[in-house]
């Protein structure tokens, strides 16, 4: 018998991807150059020439070692390679031994959360948020509870939050650089947050962890991010190089639960468990090698950097409203009515393709993602006036 919530996933999928396939469908009928795409978080950077040089260098390997299974956390030099990286980076003692390689951030969050929960368990996110936040949630048999940031700046409401914890609480979901909004949480902002935290762990004798979600850490423009583990003993951080290195199709990324943690090392068995359960072992082992040897790249925003600035003054120019970003690569806009989707059906009578913020927790904006090329920035400036016109 068919799992109704897996075909109700199946036949409703991820608001984005079904917008990102409606793109492609338009392109073939209309050409590439007419649709102005600003749906999916594609980085059009490409990976840096020593990703493409480690890759050459490992297809001359052995097949065992090319293609072979890694351990089920992933290869041990390539583990202590993150160690290493994170210890140099934050100057936290990180050890390879709690350190999880994992196919990209999203089975690392999936794996995560079935890790350090039970059913009927609640986990906070903050929205707006990323809408599998709510997928990997519920898939664990536990309670999805939305917490609106602060609309004034979209920082995290630590009032709110503090309201929303009771003794079901398991986990907060934090992400910063935020996808959609790109926001980054300030030092103050996460200092209260793990001072609420520790308050409330005192208050109901158990742990409460906190789930950083960082795939977007180094795409920032002129602001730090702290780097939660710092701040906050129950942290566990899920990573991922795809928007880093420009490697979202290939699948990599870990998971590092702090060693921080009083009984870390239970945390990370469970971590292997949940990883086993899911069928998330023995991460893509040719990135995992590429990882090894590329993971002190530095990662270039300048394109990223060039885009947000020519989005945000053209649509200054416009009179549309937004948030300027502090990282990421998208732009959270004000919608010209308070119905998001119904804006973003309108905008496809220009082929301008906007994600609704119903698709994140949250209403009456979109979002546009601008790690596309400056033509098809240029070009969605020119619909995006159009749209407003019919507005008017």
């Not at 762990?201 to 158990?206: F, T």
Request: proline share 6%.
């Amino acid at each position: 018998m068919i799992n109704q919530r897996m075909l109700s996933l199946g036949q409703q999928p991820n608001p984005i991807r079904a917008l990102f396939a409606y793109g492609l469908k338009r392109k073939a009928e209309v050409g590439a150059e007419n649709v102005y795409d600003l749906s999916i978080g594609n980085p059009s950077i490409p990976a840096p020439v020593a990703v493409r040089e480690r890759i050459e260098q490992l297809l001359l390997e052995p097949p065992a070692v090319l293609h072979g299974y890694s351990m089920s956390p992933g290869i041990m030099s390539v583990r202590e390679a993150v160690a290493n990286n994170l210890k140099q980076r934050f100057g936290i003692q990180a050890t390879a031994s709690n350190v999880y390689m994992t196919t990209g951030a999203t089975s690392a969050l999936f794996i995560t959360v079935a890790a350090i929960t039970n059913p009927g368990d609640e986990v906070i996110v903050n929205a707006p948020y990323f809408p599998e936040y709510k997928v990997m949630t519920e898939s664990a048999g536990c309670i999805c509870v939305e917490v609106p940031m602060r609309e004034s700046d979209f920082q995290l409401d630590i009032d709110l939050l503090s309201k929303a914890i009771t003794p079901q609480t398991s986990a907060v979901v934090i992400n910063s650089p935020n996808n959609p909004v790109g926001c980054v949480y300030t030092e103050e902002n996460i200092e209260a947050l793990a001072a609420m935290l520790y308050e409330k762990e005192a208050e109901l004798g158990h742990p409460i962890y906190l789930i950083s979600d960082e795939p977007y850490r180094e795409i920032t423009y002129g602001c730090e991010v702290p780097f939660t583990a710092n701040y906050y003993q129950d942290t566990i951080i899920c990573y991922s190089w795809a928007k880093s290195l420009s490697l979202p199709g290939e699948r990599i990324g870990y998971i590092y639960v702090s060693n921080n943690i009083p009984n870390s090392s239970e945390v990370f068995d469970a971590v292997c468990g949940a990883g086993r359960a899911l069928g998330y072992i023995c991460a893509p082992v040719l990135f995992q090698q590429v990882i090894e040897k590329c993971i002190d790249l530095p990662t270039d925003v300048q394109a990223y950097a060039d885009n947000r600035a020519l989005l945000s003054e053209g649509l200054r120019e416009l009179g549309y409203t937004f948030i300027e970003p502090d990282g990421a690569f998208y732009l959270w806009i004000k919608a010209l009515e308070p119905d998001a989707e119904a804006f973003s059906e309108h905008a496809k009578k220009f082929d301008l393709l906007l994600v609704p913020s119903n698709a994140f927790g949250s209403t009456g904006w979109v979002r546009a993602s601008y790690c596309v090329s400056a033509d098809t920035i240029r070009g969605a400036l020119g619909a995006f006036a159009a749209l407003k016109q019919d507005y008017e």
